[in-house]
């Protein structure tokens, strides 16, 4: 059995990655993995395949024991991984709670590498792995400074990753998209704190930044930067350095 593995999925990117991928010959069934059941189910709409919802909270260590037992007792291959699970929140560092840091450095970090691990044993040539990192990877960002460093931690993760699986012909992909104005992730983001990042002028729409992230993967290119915003920082964070670059993030992020 052929199976991709969709974490993130009952909403924004997770959701759409199901979407696109549902006539991909490759995959034979697709495992969904968020919190909510009922939004799980519903993707079942989206294709003709089997959709298994496989209801949990990722940031539990059972939760990741009990994705490698299913595997384990299923032994599938697992032609596609997405890690799309993520959580932000914007705000002065000093405002944002240790529980809230802990749980973004759980899901963008410990998570990612929990599942793709878990993932490993059943991976073959031409399997593809999609980590979702962000712009903000690129250079330390105010405002958003835990996530941001915790993407960069994911992007670091899956450039090696990326070099040590090409010997075996598997494809990794680090996304790293800019603001994205049709998911949840703005508005849970920006919920506490109105002093930073109050407009995301050019935003990105998960359709388009799913299609790019897609065709990166097939190119098996190490880093994807789905639309111009993202493009440009990955350019502009390689030249300017960060004691010029931190405070002009600053000033725009307050407009």
Known sequence: MKIA????????????????????????EFWVIARRKEMLE???????????PVCLDLTLKESIIYLQDLLKQENPIVSVLVCAAG???VGATEEISMEDNDRMIDLNCRVAV??????????????????ISSASAFSPMPGINVYAASKAF??????????????????VTCVCPYWIKDTEFIKAATKASRKYYRHFPLASVSQSVVRMSLQASKLNLWVCT????????????????????VPLMDLISRI
Do not use: W
């Open 5 to 28: 593995v969709i974490t993130g999925a009952s909403s924004g990117l997770g959701s759409e990655f199901l979407k696109q991928l549902a006539d991909d010959a490759s995959i034979e």
């Open 42 to 52: 519903a993707l079942q709409q989206f294709t003709v395949k089997k959709v298994r």
């Open 87 to 89: 959580l932000g929140k």
């Open 114 to 131: 929990d599942v793709t691990t878990a993932c490993f044993p059943y991976l073959r040539r031409n399997s593809r792995i999609i980590e």
């Open 154 to 171: 994911l992007q670091s993760y899956t450039k090696t990753l990326h070099h040590e699986m090409l010997p075996k012909g598997i494809h």
């Open 226 to 245: 789905p639309g111009i915003v993202c493009t440009a920082d990955r350019f502009f964070a390689k030249f300017i350095p960060h004691f010029v670059y």
